[in-house]
């Protein structure tokens, strides 16, 4: 079982058509492996070499074998599940965009989706009913998406600095730019977008004497503000990192 799943795994995560990511038959040009930095000490290494060759976008070609039992009387140094893990592990840390960004993107996307639709008022979907309560997860489903594209820029730019990922051309360009500057610009706008309306929701409040309010109508008034507040926040001090 654990074969196929890595094999069919990697092959999505690394843009590969291999039948076996585990067969130990395999020759190679000795200049062009030695210049992948291959670092990992347990059985993963059969993984890191593919994943790596890929990445790089070395030329690959599968020959078809024929696979004899050994013989031996002893048993194998596989142990499934250690093992197992190990391949997976590390084919994750090479797939920061499968960890962070994809999942990021799709968190963020949905999130913005939902507050436009709910911001104006309540929305009828048939038979369910969505209002502020809906909004509020919109919300944190945005704020929590871009952490982790956080996540992911920092992942990626720590596996660039230790030789275990190639940087692409557009991330590059942009950490040889001013990211800092820009960083706390964005920032900054985003934090002043966000007070505009938390301040006018307390204003509504301060209107009923600071007593009960319809939280309906605050809440789609605070629900966006805090939400670029605490963005504003986050891409403040995550451009320090």
Same mark, same amino acid.
């Given at each position: 079982?654990?074969?196929?799943?890595?094999?069919?795994?990697?092959?999505?995560?690394?843009?590969?058509?291999?039948?076996?990511?585990?067969?130990?038959?395999?020759?190679?040009?000795?200049?062009?492996?030695?210049?992948?930095?291959?670092?990992?000490?347990?059985?993963?290494?059969?993984?890191?070499?593919?994943?790596?060759?890929?990445?790089?976008?070395?030329?690959?070609?599968?020959?078809?074998?024929?696979?004899?039992?050994?013989?031996?009387?002893?048993?194998?140094?596989?142990?499934?599940?250690?093992?197992?893990?190990?391949?997976?592990?590390?084919?994750?840390?090479?797939?920061?965009?499968?960890?962070?960004?994809?999942?990021?993107?799709?968190?963020?996307?949905?999130?913005?989706?939902?507050?436009?639709?709910?911001?104006? #008022?309540?929305?009828? @979907?048939? !038979?369910?009913? *969505?209002? +502020?309560?809906? /909004? &509020?997860?919109?919300?944190? =489903?945005?704020?929590?998406?871009?952490?982790?594209?956080?996540?992911?820029?920092?992942?990626?730019?720590?596996?660039?600095?230790?030789?275990?990922?190639?940087?692409?051309?557009?991330?590059?360009?942009?950490?040889?730019?001013?990211?800092? #500057?820009?960083?706390? @610009?964005? !920032?900054?706008? *985003?934090? +002043?977008?966000? /007070? &505009?309306?938390?301040?006018? =929701?307390?204003?509504?409040?301060?209107?009923?004497?600071?007593?009960?309010?319809?939280?309906?109508?605050?809440?789609?008034?605070?629900?966006?503000?805090?939400?670029?507040?605490?963005?504003?926040?986050?891409?403040?001090?995550?451009?320090?990192?």
């Amino acid at each position: 079982v654990g074969n196929p799943v890595l094999t069919t795994l990697g092959n999505l995560l690394f843009g590969t058509r291999l039948s076996d990511y585990h067969c130990g038959m395999r020759g190679f040009d000795r200049d062009a492996i030695l210049q992948l930095g291959l670092c990992t000490p347990g059985m993963e290494f059969a993984t890191e070499m593919i994943a790596k060759a890929a990445l790089h976008n070395l030329k690959m070609v599968e020959v078809p074998i024929v696979y004899h039992p050994d013989g031996r009387s002893r048993l194998p140094h596989l142990r499934t599940w250690h093992d197992g893990w190990r391949h997976l592990r590390f084919m994750l840390l090479l797939s920061p965009a499968w960890v962070f960004l994809y999942p990021g993107l799709a968190l963020v996307i949905a999130g913005i989706i939902g507050m436009i639709l709910l911001v104006p #008022g309540p929305l009828q @979907i048939g !038979g369910i009913g *969505l209002d +502020v309560h809906t /909004l &509020l997860v919109a919300g944190v =489903s945005v704020i929590i998406g871009v952490q982790v594209l956080t996540f992911w820029l920092c992942a990626r730019l720590f596996a660039s600095n230790i030789g275990l990922l190639p940087l692409p051309r557009a991330l590059n360009q942009f950490v040889r730019g001013a990211p800092l #500057g820009t960083g706390l @610009i964005v !920032g900054g706008l *985003l934090f +002043v977008i966000g /007070l &505009l309306p938390t301040l006018l =929701s307390f204003q509504m409040w301060s209107a009923v004497q600071f007593g009960p309010l319809d939280y309906r109508l605050a809440l789609r008034l605070l629900i966006p503000g805090l939400v670029a507040l605490a963005l504003g926040i986050h891409v403040f001090f995550a451009s320090f990192i």
